[in-house]
């Protein structure tokens, strides 16, 4: 199953090749072929977030929070009274301001075996429309000690395993990225179906 959430592979280093106190992340030129270039697409992953495969999880270092939407939320089963009440507001990139309705604390997964690796993440609950389920930001990314390729879409950090790489997924992105615009646009509504002309 994990196979299935874009997880390739875990790169193991031998202690001889550099000192162990510098760890080296490879982006080598072999990891571009499940890319189709040129592109400017986001980093659009799929990870199990508790007991949900999440798809259109959004990668972003420029989000100084990590998000949960609410209808996710719901289908995780989880009840909304253990949320707790959330430290701030957040303001998107057109300068609105989105009010979470709390904050809740999750198990991500986000590696496969042997190199394993279960976070937790507290993430913001919001209600708002947008097509990703979820954003993870700065703060689980600098936990991590995550580098990102956007060129190769590629997400990748250290275990005590080795490293682990995470695939982001092209075409799950760029679908992202048509329904963000037609949400602005007004085509689609908040529940994702499109408005009749």
Known sequence: MLGELGITRCTWRSKHQRDESTPVIPFAKANEKWVLYPHNDALVVTILVINLTTRRILIDNGSSADILLWEVFTRMGIDAAQLHSAPMSLKGFSGSMVHPLGTITLTVLTSSTPCTTSIIVNFLVVRTLSSYN?????????????????YQLKMKFLTPHGVVEIRGEQVLARECYVQELKQKDGRVTPDGTSRKE
């Open 134 to 150: 979820s954003i993870i930001g700065r703060p689980t990314l600098n936990s991590l000690q995550a580098v990102m390729s956007t």
